[in-house]
């Protein structure tokens, strides 16, 4: 039986303040849940009992056994599947040591949450580890964007920070951008190692991060004289980079 209170708690989680307060976030559906544990800490874990009866060695704080109808009532999603769990939210120590050795995505202010969530599984697609996101840029632990992240926020880390002032202590290290006037990403000599700067949905890149680029990438439309959309999304825009930094290797 799950409790009026329990249910007004989860329901509370939607907020970023709650769940910045309490450091945990809401995970839902088979998948997404069977992929989050062992890798964060289950708070609470809310599931049908057949959920429960093929999942029998889980481990959390807490497990409450609901119906679906019960289950509905609690979950953040319009069609709750068989189970639901808050975990805690994991603490990273932001390192820029790691651009200079592997690739890695920085995120300027991207603003909706499902960007990010694609964004973060795109990241896990192409290998790509870390994720440095500015303060204006969704919350990762919003449940839209861990929905989106389809189990890969377990396998890539995403830190927040001040982007202009980290790009500052990138010595010798390509930053890449995308822009209109950039040169074509096909063209250009692209490295295994730097970051790419990927910007807002509206804006694009700021002033401040752009002026810190120094490798200026452009994804052409095809064919180019050809009458086109005036832009790509973001979390496309990203898999197109990445995929095509990554070809390189191959």
Known sequence: MLSK?????????????????????????????????????????????EWLASHSSVEAEEVVEVTQEELSRASLQKTPQEVLAIFGQPSYECQSGVIETSLCLALDDVQDPGNLGTIIRVADWFGIEHIFCSVGT?????????????????????????????????????VYGTFLNGNVIYSEKLSSNGLIVMGNEGKGVSAEVERLINKRLYIPNYPQERETSESLNVAIATAVVCGEFRRRLL
């Open 138 to 174: 969704a919350d990762v632990f919003n449940p839209k964007t861990v929905q989106a992240t389809m189990g890969a926020l377990a396998r890539v880390k995403v830190h927040y920070c001040d982007l202009p002032e980290l790009i500052k202590t990138l010595k010798d290290v390509p």
């Open 5 to 49: 209170n329990k249910i007004k708690y989860i329901r509370s989680l939607e907020l970023k303040k709650n769940r910045k307060e309490e450091k945990v976030f809401v995970a839902e559906g088979h998948k997404l849940v069977g992929d989050l544990l062992g890798y964060f800490p289950c708070r609470l874990l809310v599931a049908t009992a």
